[in-house]
């Protein structure tokens, strides 16, 4: 995530600039799972001083992070944000110029 924090800045968002991930507890309140491979989330950095996830208002299912700050939050899934999209990391080589 720090990978992705200081991409996020380099590109100028903002910290109010928030992007979806696929966690969410759309199956059992207060468990959260990868949408992605339905795996449990285990690194989670809440945010907020007080007990979050908070599911405020009763429909907050759906995890989002903020692009510059190295924490996640829950929110409404109908809110229109920006996402995030897991990907392997594409495969580079080494480009070599010759001169004839």
């Not at 800045?9 to 903002?14: D, E, I, M, N, Q």
């Not at 928030?18 to 945010?47: C, H, K, Q, V």
């Not at 989002?64 to 990907?87: G, S």
């Amino acid at each position: 995530m720090e990978a992705l924090i200081k991409y996020m800045k380099a590109k100028g968002f903002k910290n109010n600039d928030y992007f979806w991930i696929s966690g969410n507890d759309l199956g059992t309140e207060s468990a959260f799972y990868w949408m992605s491979n339905g795996r449990p989330m285990t690194y989670a950095p809440w945010n907020g001083p007080k007990q979050m996830p908070d599911n405020y208002g009763g429909n907050e299912n759906c995890v989002h992070m903020f692009a510059t700050r190295e924490m996640i939050n829950d929110a409404n899934c109908k809110i229109q944000m920006l996402y995030v999209c897991e990907a392997t990391e594409p495969k580079t080589f080494k480009f070599t110029y010759i001169k004839w």
